[in-house]
């Protein structure tokens, strides 16, 4: 879906999303009881229903009114809310359920639990053309800001133009779509520093798209806020981010970037004119950075506190008492997310060392000291198309499964003539999960005949990883991202991560030919595109391993008592904001 600027902790570093609390040696079960769930494979697609209309079908039981307050553990949330700027699980799935409306939107089917595609301020899902390279919309007449100016097809064309402008807006999705697929010159930098660009068209609420090469998933592509309406006015970069105005149910009182956001009704939004979004609570307060034991501890304490408190990720010491406790508000969560080890192709140049960084990594030990569960929340991965994804193949990089073992990765070092190899990362050493985590990922490598530098680090790490010039960056010859699916196609796996010079490609792996074939897949028959992805994930990882995937995931959400309509979002894997209430 996006990227999670922090979906977990990889070697111990919290990378803005999800992250985990200390585990007790028991597979993750409470009181050292076993957990007997199992992971959950995510669907391969989702239904489309092009007519749907607002308003949203109500909740069974909804009520309206009260207060929803959100923790959000080890997570210190966005940096800004501007919608160029929005390409992580957390600030995408908070926006655009309460805040931000796109062109299409998802909805979660109450008879089946799916989550299918339906018009946000879009009439339709849009109409291509023959050959996918051109997709008109119109934008609905009762759409509006939060100041009651309807909103305008002139107003979507300067978003998505907008979102050209990848240096101002470098933790965003458009250098890897807009810029990659919409058909405007190859050094168009957005409006403000380019001018216009024919290639999007407004004619009254009429607004078309021309692609320069087939974009058969451009109505998937729109549910993302980057490419909805941003005001031609008044809405610079960053002053636009600390406060950006809602087309969507809530507006934001406040925003205290890392600490929380805090949304309250907005007047001007028009229940007729959304498909999928409520507006049963009053309010919504999001605490970001939270305490994960902490976490758990309010929502095992059955209190007036925990009743109308939602939580976006459940630890797993006090997985079955949590279980036990919040009942059906307890949710394991599928979503097509891996979370991946990336060594510096520029600098570890030979595929033994690599694939010897695979066979080091303690997948059971890391995990555990990390707060997951193996086999429940994490499970050993192999390619970057997970489970459920149209197309993925299965097979190893090597030749089994990467599994912990000190011998093989030694023996590799030793072919490549480079015993005792130094690897470098980072680490947060702010919590204390965090730090074991890298502690267990650090000792399986020593094990394994590497030498290790860790470098604590409580920033950004997507920001320093995306900075050259920096001195910590230029040291590190293993950097990770975790990544989910914009939606259930290869086409936004491989192209982010492996694409040359793309901002999550953080192994900074570059190959013409590679780049080549993603451009031709592109341009293939719509049914062959699926089969055409997953052979070429197969053959980057087995000849080049520029990914160790070292997980795929599932999260565990939970809800209290007097919380209303709580489910996952399989689309955002994240909670389903937009149907929670509280019980009166």
Not at 195 to 205: E, I, L, R, T, W
């Amino acid at each position: 879906m996006k990227r999670t600027k922090s979906l977990a902790v990889v070697a111990g570093f919290a990378m803005v999303t999800l992250a985990a609390c200390g585990g007790n040696g028991d597979s993750g079960g409470g009181s050292g009881s076993e957990n007997k769930d199992k992971f959950k494979e995510a669907g391969s697609g989702f239904e489309q229903v092009a007519d749907a209309e607002g308003p949203a079908p109500e909740i069974e039981g909804a009520a309206t009114g009260g207060t929803i307050t959100a923790l959000i553990p080890l997570d210190p949330g966005p940096e800004d809310l501007d919608p160029t700027n929005g390409w992580s699980v957390l600030g995408n799935s908070i926006q655009q359920a309460l805040t931000t409306r796109a062109l299409t939107q998802y909805r979660r089917n109450a008879d089946s639990g799916e989550m299918e595609l339906v018009p946000d301020i879009a009439t339709d899902l849009g109409t291509p053309n023959e050959d996918f390279t051109e997709w008109k919309f119109t934008i609905k007449d009762n759409v509006k800001w939060e100041t009651g100016d309807p909103v305008t097809a002139e107003e979507v064309k300067n978003g998505i133009l907008r979102s050209f402008d990848t240096e101002t807006f470098t933790s965003g999705p458009g250098q890897a779509y807009t810029v990659g697929w919409v058909d405007c010159p190859e050094d168009y930098a957005g409006p403000t520093k380019s001018g216009d660009c024919d290639a999007v068209q407004a004619d009254g609420q009429d607004l078309t798209v021309r692609t320069s090469k087939p974009f058969p998933d451009f109505n998937f592509w729109s549910t993302f806020m980057a490419i909805g309406p941003v005001p031609l006015k008044n809405a610079d970069f960053p002053e636009y981010g600390r406060k950006p105005l809602s087309t969507g149910p809530y507006k934001i009182k406040e925003f205290r970037v890392n600490e929380s956001l805090t949304l309250v009704k907005n007047d001007q939004w028009d229940p007729a004119s959304d498909p999928a979004r409520h507006q049963y609570a009053d309010e919504w307060v999001f605490k970001f950075d939270q305490d994960e034991e902490k976490t758990d501890q309010i929502m095992l304490s059955d209190s007036s506190e925990s009743a109308t408190t939602i939580a976006n990720h459940l630890g797993p010491t006090d997985a079955n008492e949590l279980k036990a406790a919040l009942g059906a508000n307890y949710i394991q969560q599928t979503g097509q997310c891996i979370s991946t080890r990336t060594p510096d192709t520029t600098k570890i140049t030979d595929l033994k060392i690599r694939q010897a960084i695979g066979w080091a990594f303690d997948f059971n030990n890391v995990q555990l000291a990390s707060g997951n569960i193996p086999g429940v929340t994490r499970i050993p991965a192999q390619g970057l198309m997970p489970p459920g994804m149209s197309g993925r193949k299965e097979f190893f990089p090597a030749d089994e499964q990467f599994s912990y073992n000190a011998d093989k990765a030694k023996a590799l070092l030793e072919e490549a003539g480079e015993p005792g190899y130094k690897l470098t990362f980072i680490y947060d050493d702010s919590d204390p999960t965090l730090k074991a985590g890298a502690e267990a990922e650090k000792k399986g490598y020593e094990q394994a005949g590497f030498t290790v530098e860790m470098i604590p680090y409580q920033e950004d790490a997507y920001a320093l990883f995306d900075d050259p010039d920096n001195p910590i960056n230029k040291k590190l010859n293993l950097r990770s991202v975790n990544w989910c699916s914009d939606w259930p196609a290869g086409s936004t796996m491989l192209p982010p991560l492996i694409g040359t010079d793309q901002a999550y490609n953080t192994s900074f792996f570059s190959n013409e030919a590679v780049d080549a074939r993603m451009d031709e897949i592109a341009t293939l028959p719509i049914d062959e595109q699926a089969a055409a992805w997953g052979d070429l994930d197969e053959e980057v990882g087995q000849k080049y391993l520029p990914n160790i995937v070292t997980a795929y995931r599932n999260d565990l959400f939970g809800a209290g008592a007097k919380i209303g309509g709580f489910s996952g979002d399989a689309a955002m894997s994240a909670i389903n904001y937009k149907d929670l209430f509280v019980k009166q």
